[in-house]
């Protein structure tokens, strides 16, 4: 996490609920003519890119069916939701490989109370404005939000530098300022991009149902190439094409995807079915759970954050393969992934299948997972712990008394056991290019 010494400044909007923080500041209608500008953009597309996640993984965990456990999604509707938030975590990776290849690595970090987002909130800098919820599955859910947050662009639609209409117009003004920028000094602009491949994101991504691969980014060529795997895997390349390539960066005849647009828009048309959804509430908070369902949405809170911890070391250390040597950095990156699948997931099941309270009057909802930032420093420093994957294990030790499931082989504790331990890893972060001096 970091300190209040090495913290990007940070500005919040007045209007926006319960919102992220949003980091630099980004003015409507200016073209991004320095580098500084450029990150700023990118840092707040890291934070849309998130803020996706939770959303859409608590649709597809409210969906009744499920597959024959943790590690097999759902049917239908389901697997499709978790293909796209698969995809989302993608998008999230490669803007944060552009962030390392333009030498902003010291400026962005995932797990940080300013960088995860609080629901309801307003969606960044979109107009006009859409508020992003976490609901259970419904149609009303695919037309109110998910639609209009993937609505493609308008052909020949002009790129906006601040208050934009859709994702694909605040990413097309982040590809005419980089080509911009590139044009008019590629050594500066470049100048960190190949020292810091190692420490971008490059292997262990799968998806069942979906496609794209991480972009190892050193030059305007490769850079073009990730922002477009986000937008066409989001958007679509065409308003009037529901398909893109599985590969959008090696497209070959035959091998498309429907844009997550189209995929949305199958669920809300009932094409696509949802079957049983759970009776679970919207934007709920942990706080507002009583009896067991409050200690197993802390220790969701707690997986997901060290989740977000992992992917922060991942960027911290560099990827060095040796055939004698323990890979630290391919370990993570697994690691990551099954840490999606086979904790997440679980504990999101257990906790749509529990009563919110076991108060008499409860209103009969059950709980849920909310996707809050969890402090471990405070709480290990009130438990004694010594490191963050210490006091998540006794978090899971303490819940399974009340849900056994927790435990046992191929488990949530048994993965937890043997995650890596993010803070006995040595950081190596890349360079980062020198802040301007304050006017």
């Known amino acids: ?84 938030a698969i995809e989302e975590m993608l998008h999230l990776c490669l803007v944060r490989n552009l962030i390392i290849a333009l ?135 065409d308003p009037k094409k529901a398909t893109v390539p599985i590969d959008p960066v090696n497209p070959r005849p035959g091998l498309d995807e429907l844009s997550h647009y189209a995929k949305f828009k199958r669920i809300e048309q009932g094409i696509e079915v949802t079957g049983q959804v759970r009776n679970v509430p919207s934007d709920p ?16 809170n707690a997986a997901y954050c060290y989740t977000l911890a992992m992917l922060d070391k991942l960027y911290d250390v560099q990827s060095n393969f040796n055939p004698n040597q323990r890979n630290t950095r391919y370990h993570l990156e697994r690691t990551f992934i099954a840490s999606m699948s086979g904790v997440l997931y679980p504990i999101a099941e257990l906790l749509m299948t529990t009563p919110g309270s076991d108060d008499p009057a409860w209103d009969g909802t059950c709980a849920a997972p909310t996707f809050e930032y969890y402090d471990f420093a405070a709480e290990q420093k009130a438990k004694g712990h010594r490191t963050m994957k210490e006091h998540l294990l006794w978090l899971c030790e303490t819940a399974v008394v009340d849900f056994p499931e927790l435990g046992g082989d191929n488990s949530v504790h048994w993965l937890l056991k043997n995650l890596p331990s993010v803070d006995d890893i040595p950081s190596d972060p890349p360079a980062s290019r020198p802040r301007p001096m304050p006017n």
């Open 285 to 300: 908070r942990a706080k507002g759970f009583s009896g067991p369902a409050a200690g197993l949405a802390v220790l969701f």
């Open 103 to 237: 030498g902003g690595a010291d400026r962005i970090v995932f797990y940080d109370p300013d960088f995860i987002t609080r629901y309801p909130s307003l969606m960044l800098h979109r107009t006009p404005p859409l508020t992003l919820h976490l609901e259970p599955c419904s149609k009303d859910l695919m037309n109110r939000v998910f639609l209009p947050l993937e609505l493609p662009a308008e052909k020949g639609a002009k790129p906006q530098a601040g208050e934009y209409n859709t994702l694909g117009q605040f990413y097309k003004a982040i590809e005419v300022g980089l080509k911009h920028l590139t044009e008019a000094d590629p050594d500066d602009v470049w100048k960190y991009a190949k020292a810091n491949a190692s420490w971008q994101y490059e292997s262990a991504y799968w998806n069942h149902d979906g496609g794209g691969e991480p972009v190892v980014i050193t030059d305007l060529h490769t850079a073009e190439t990730a922002l477009k795997m986000v937008v066409e895997q989001g958007e679509g390349v």
């Open 1 to 84: 996490m970091t300190t209040d010494a090495t913290k990007p400044a940070t500005r919040r909007l007045p209007d926006i609920p319960f919102a992220v923080t949003p980091i630099g500041t980004i003015k409507a209608d200016r073209p991004i003519e320095d580098i500084d500008t450029l990150l700023d953009h990118l840092y707040q597309a890291a934070q849309v890119e998130l803020s996706t996640v939770p959303m859409y993984l608590y649709a597809a965990y409210s969906i009744g069916t499920k597959g024959h456990s943790q590690w097999d999604p759902g049917i239908s509707a389901q697997r499709t939701i978790i293909s796209i």
